[in-house]
């Protein structure tokens, strides 16, 4: 499965920013999707997950209430609206699948696909 990740850039702090991930092959079904990032030096950190059928979702403290990950079924896409950005939010944001049992859901040793990355970029 290959992994397309769109929808960085540059914002201001308190905009807001839609970043989506699709796959090359047609599904995420039987996957969980989650959304991590990462800055230089630092580990790869949880942002939000979703399963794709059965649709549970969870959050990082850090960004609840301001993020919001949604699945598409039509157009097999899993978007992650981004509102009230803060300058902590500034990282390289990485969409990947996985099976993790859902309490595992923030460990990203347990998904197997990634996507390149996109850049989010919260200017203060």
């Known amino acids: 499965v290959q992994l397309q990740a769109s929808g960085g850039g540059l914002v201001q702090a308190g905009g807001s920013l839609r970043l989506s991930c699709a796959a090359s092959e047609s599904t995420f079904a039987n996957y969980a999707v989650g959304w991590f990032r990462q800055t230089p030096g630092k580990e790869r950190e949880f942002v939000a997950a979703i399963r794709w059928s059965g649709g549970n979702i969870g959050y990082a403290d850090a960004v609840k209430g301001r993020f919001t990950i949604s699945k598409d079924i039509y157009k097999k896409t899993v978007a992650l609206q981004m509102n009230s950005l803060k300058p902590e939010d500034t990282a390289v944001y990485y969409c990947?699948?996985?099976?993790?049992?859902?309490?595992?859901?923030?460990?990203?040793?347990?998904?197997?696909?990634w996507g390149q990355g996109t850049q989010v970029t919260v200017s203060s």
């Open positions: 990947a699948v996985g099976r993790p049992a859902w309490g595992s859901r923030e460990d990203a040793k347990l998904y197997y696909y």
